[in-house]
């Protein structure tokens, strides 16, 4: 009942799940290739007009997009240098369920929508929305650079519409003091409210798919409801320790060294869940041990997007609690997909072993991935 509530209260100010994604992605060459996903039917559009767009097909669809792609056109700018540039749109997909999917927030029916934008000779990219842009809120914007080893993330709210600066070249060293300054960012007119529980859960779902994995991995260790409740509230408070120590400058560990980490924590529980059949001791303490690796994980993407100063711990508490949310949103989605078959003779044999070597395998891939990067 409490998370139904938590839930509710979000949808007010900050739907969790349609919240507005912007990628974009840079190549060597300086193009970028920047994809908004959107939900236009709670937005620039009626979720009926919507909806009529996602039957239509080839140019009746354009013809019944192109208002509303010319109005993102006017509103939504692309600054290099401080200079207007105009991205190149290269396609768009579109597509609903039911018009009642569109009318409800919290079944989101993203469109996305495709640009290409030339960057070359610039230093500084900015994203700025016009006043009379309304769209669902926040704006969640992640920067791929190549070159560059992390990431680079902004946030822009109905107060806060001009991001801040991102660079397009730069050394590790200015990348690094990059981070720093995002972190002592202020947003003063920003009122966090549950824009950061939001921001906490899009972190989960869809965006930690490593995170997901993990428990998942906790998920489908042979036993009963006790050992799963042991796990994730071990792996939860031993999270919630290190992102509080990161955010106040206790710890620190390079990402360089953490997401490989992180990795291999998913293949370890998945692996140890094929032989276990009922939770040890000392796995409860190496969950714990994971939880404070992936706290860490949740640090570097805070670090990045920067938090309100004067609303610091207010901010951080409700990151921390989407964060939960979403976890606890992967739980419930693999019950409602699997839960039914937890007491059945078959379900190691048939479900819960292929699905727990699927996670070691994907765990496996991203270790080796992140330490060839």
């Known amino acids: 009942m409490l998370a139904c509530c938590l839930v509710s209260g979000v949808s007010v100010r900050a739907h969790m799940l349609n919240m507005t994604n912007i990628g974009i992605t840079v190549d060597a060459e300086q193009q970028a290739v920047i994809t908004l996903r959107i939900d236009l039917g ?47 749109l290269t396609g768009f997909k579109i597509s609903a369920i039911s018009l009642a999917a569109i009318q409800n927030p919290l079944t989101p029916q993203m469109a996305t929508l495709y640009y290409h934008l030339d960057v070359s000779g610039g230093s500084n990219l900015n994203v700025q929305l016009a006043d009379q842009l309304e769209i669902p809120w ?40 990059d981070r720093l300054a995002q972190l002592a960012y202020s947003w003063s007119r920003l009122t966090p409210e549950f824009t950061w529980v939001a921001v906490g859960f899009q972190h989960i779902v869809p965006n930690g ?16 409801w006790r050992p799963l409740l042991l796990q994730v509230t071990g792996f939860t408070l031993a999270h919630s320790l290190t992102l509080g120590m990161s ?44 939880g404070l690796l992936h706290g ?35 739980i419930a989605g693999a019950l409602l997909m699997v839960g039914w078959f937890r007491r059945q003779t078959w379900y190691q044999s048939n479900i819960a072993q292929p699905a727990t070597i699927a996670i070691a395998g994907t765990g496996a891939y991203w270790f080796l991935k992140r330490i060839a990067f």
Not at 258 to 271: D, F, G, Q
């Open 247 to 290: 955010m106040i400058g206790i710890i620190s560990l390079p990402m360089s060294i953490v997401e490989p980490l992180i990795a291999l924590s998913i293949v370890y529980v998945a692996i140890d869940n094929l032989f276990a059949t009922k939770l040890a001791r000392w796995r409860l303490v190496i969950v714990c041990l994971f």
């Open 42 to 88: 709670q937005s620039l559009m009626t979720a009926e007009d919507y909806w009529i767009a996602t039957q239509a097909i080839g140019l009746e669809q354009r013809t019944l997009l192109q208002p509303t792609l010319d109005r993102l056109d006017r509103d939504l700018t692309f600054l290099l240098d401080g200079r207007v540039q105009l991205p190149k």
């Open 296 to 330: 860490l994980g949740f640090a570097s993407v805070l670090a990045n997007i920067g938090l309100p100063q004067d609303q610091f711990l207010l901010s951080l508490g409700l990151f921390n609690l989407g964060v939960e949310l979403g976890q606890l949103a992967v």
């Open 138 to 177: 926040p704006c969640l914007m992640k920067i791929d650079i190549a070159g560059q080893a992390l990431p680079q993330s902004r946030l822009l709210t109905n107060v806060d519409r001009l991001s801040r600066d991102t660079l397009l070249s730069s050394s590790a060293g200015n990348l690094e003091s």
């Open 209 to 224: 798919l490593d995170h997901m994995l993990f428990i998942l991995g906790l998920f489908f260790l042979a036993g009963g």
